[in-house]
């Protein structure tokens, strides 16, 4: 493979943002809702899915000053992830769907007919 050239995988069938978690920093000596625990344990997501650079700001900032109001030892923590869409599709690719067993269901027989 060339240096110029990607992946088949990459592009189209990635997107690129940020997951924001809540750590617990024990020892954290924060002093600005900007500022990163230089270690912390995870928690849990903050939301689900995945956010834009500025939304996940505007998170981070929001919750990290709401905890350092109330003197908690917990943080907001913004972390670049990178999603994947396993067996997506690429442009000019053949398809073929196997015919499902039995008959169409109703459901999905009214859904094409609409």
């Given at each position: ?26 020892r954290c000596q924060a002093r600005h809702a900007h500022d990163s625990p ?12 995945v956010l834009s650079a500025p939304q996940a700001a505007r998170y981070v ?54």
């Open positions: 493979m060339g240096a110029q050239q990607r992946p088949a995988d990459s592009g189209r069938s990635r997107a690129a943002g940020f997951r924001v978690w809540l750590a617990a920093c024990g230089p270690e912390a344990t995870i928690i849990e997501p903050a939301e689900d899915g900032e929001a919750f990290n000053r709401a905890a350092l109001t109330r003197g908690l030892r917990v943080r907001a923590v913004a972390v670049p992830v990178a999603v994947r869409y396993e067996g997506d599709l690429r442009a000019g690719q053949k398809l073929s769907v196997p015919a499902p067993r039995g008959s169409v269901s109703p459901r999905l027989r009214r859904r094409v007919t609409e």
